[in-house]
């Protein structure tokens, strides 16, 4: 039997960095025939298509240098052009709502601001208690009745009364009053939020950056899938029946997944596993014959007349992604446990998606659709739900106490961007190299 002194489970950005920052004496395994995981890209007739378009941001110092080291140049910073829909009224706002509701019909303002106003005015108002008393408690009625709770139940897939919102942190953008009265007032061109500027890769669409990682990491085993974890005996069994033994197991696969692996999981942690929710992204991505689908590079569908909840145009973050004379879309259709999918089968998400363009006045009848396919993320975000943070702990103490170190967006289970992902990697390897993170 193999000895490996860092064994890695996983091959996506947190266990590539994992082992690019662990540095020597480390295997990755990898069930995929190739790294990358949520940060791949398909190419399929010249399109380049990212399982959901993914942008580049952080506030870190060293991902930002380490993304920049990466891409050697091949990457190009941008402003956000990001909007939404409102099929009702026809019409595009910007992105994020609460800041630009200039544009909407006078009474829509007018509930937004009378509810912003309804809120200052009662600085004692009770604390709120899950995320859908948040949106009323920090923005009041109007903003979140018109969009906010209808964007959030689309996403999250659940009423956002069962939803913590620990996680907000930079995710929901909070302006204060003036900011929100100057975007009602007046068509403002300010980008606020930390991605109003992020970076894309020119060539090769976001698995560029996971490639050039995976550059810098000397073992990685392709297409091995993990079948069985034995913490006692420290070892880990693969598709087939290969079998090694570790000193350090970093794990970077859905926390979900551990009863699949793990023999006689105390009934506790099993408890805490199958309370975890989570959704599943379907892109269904679409290549068109002509340049010009849209000027955005992403819009929020909130109403449910539209199958997706956000679509993005890939020729809009670089135009490497098209072949000449083409443009895409992709377009994002969250389901889960609590909202099953509106309808099943490849074929018919391509029919429904296809309506809802050119219902948004996306495409046009005389468009020929060059390339339609389907990507699936599942899991794609985690649910911050009500005992989020209770099973999360159980589950994570227990793996710590059985000597496995859980990292990235899935082995934290938490909702991390790529640079958290790539960051969780560099902590866990300082972990176990005892260097201060
Ligand atoms: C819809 C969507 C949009 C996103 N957009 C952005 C964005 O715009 N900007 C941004 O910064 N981030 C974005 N992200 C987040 C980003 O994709 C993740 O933070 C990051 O890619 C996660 O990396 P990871 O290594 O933690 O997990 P993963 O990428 O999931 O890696 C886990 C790896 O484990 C492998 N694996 C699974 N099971 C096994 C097994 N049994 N045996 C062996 N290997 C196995 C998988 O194949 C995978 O390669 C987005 C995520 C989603 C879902």
Redo the contacts with the bound molecule.
């Keep these: 039997m193999e000895q490996i002194k860092h064994a890695v489970?996983?091959?996506?950005?947190?266990?590539?960095?994992a082992a690019y920052h662990l540095e020597r004496d480390y295997t990755v395994?990898?069930?995929?025939d190739e790294?990358?995981?949520?940060?791949?890209s398909e190419e399929i007739d010249g399109f380049y298509f990212?399982?959901?378009?993914?942008?580049?941001?952080?506030v870190d110092p060293y991902a930002s240098k380490l993304i920049h080291e990466l891409l050697e140049g091949n990457i190009r910073i941008q402003k956000r052009e990001a909007y939404l829909y409102h099929g009702k009224y026809d019409l595009y706002t910007r992105f994020p709502y609460q800041s630009h509701l200039y544009g909407l019909p006078a009474q829509d303002i007018i509930d937004c601001l009378s509810g912003l106003v309804d809120v200052l005015r009662d600085p004692d108002r009770p604390k709120p208690q899950n995320y859908r008393e948040w949106l009323y408690w920090r923005f009041g009625k109007g903003i979140a009745e018109h969009l906010m709770i209808p964007y959030a139940e689309r996403i999250w897939t659940i009423d956002p009364k069962h939803m913590n919102f620990n996680w907000i942190d930079r995710r929901v953008p909070e302006p204060d009053f003036e900011s929100i009265l100057r975007g009602a007032l007046q068509d403002e061109t300010e980008l606020s939020g930390f991605?109003k500027d992020?970076w894309y890769p020119i060539e090769g669409g976001?698995e560029a950056l996971?490639v050039a990682l995976a550059k810098r990491v000397s073992d990685i085993r392709l297409n091995?899938?993990?079948?069985h974890i034995d913490p006692k005996a420290r070892t880990i069994e693969?598709e087939g029946g290969e079998v090694f033994g570790y000193e350090n197991l970093v794990y970077?696969?859905?926390l979900t997944?551990l009863p699949?692996?793990i023999d006689d999981i105390p009934a506790e942690v099993m408890t805490a596993i199958n309370g975890l929710q989570y959704n599943r992204?379907k892109?269904v991505n679409i290549g068109i014959d002509r340049t010009d689908i849209s000027p955005y590079q992403w819009l929020y569908f909130y109403e449910d007349e539209f199958i997706f909840h956000r679509i993005s145009f890939p020729r809009n973050f670089s135009e490497a992604t098209c072949p000449p004379g083409t443009s895409s879309v992709c377009c994002?259709i969250a389901s889960s446990d609590h909202r099953p999918p509106r309808v099943e089968g490849d074929q018919a998400l391509i029919d429904a998606t296809v309506e809802g363009l050119k219902k948004a006045g996306i495409m046009r009848d005389s468009d020929r659709v060059v390339v339609a396919d389907v990507l699936s993320?599942d899991?794609?975000?985690v649910i911050y739900d009500l005992d989020y943070e209770t099973n999360v702990k159980i589950i994570h103490d227990y793996l710590h106490g059985i000597g496995i170190h859980p990292?990235?967006?899935?082995?934290?289970w938490q909702y991390?961007?790529?640079?958290?992902?790539i960051m969780?990697?560099k902590r866990v390897a300082d972990q176990i190299m005892g260097r201060a993170s």
């Design positions: 489970l996983g091959g996506g950005l947190t266990g590539l960095s395994f990898e069930k995929l790294p990358g995981g949520l940060a791949r990212d399982y959901a378009p993914h942008i580049l941001y952080t991605n992020f976001i996971p091995k899938t993990v079948t693969f970077t696969l859905p997944n699949k692996f992204i892109c994002e993320v899991p794609a975000y990292c990235g967006r899935f082995g934290d991390y961007n790529m640079d958290h992902s969780s990697g």
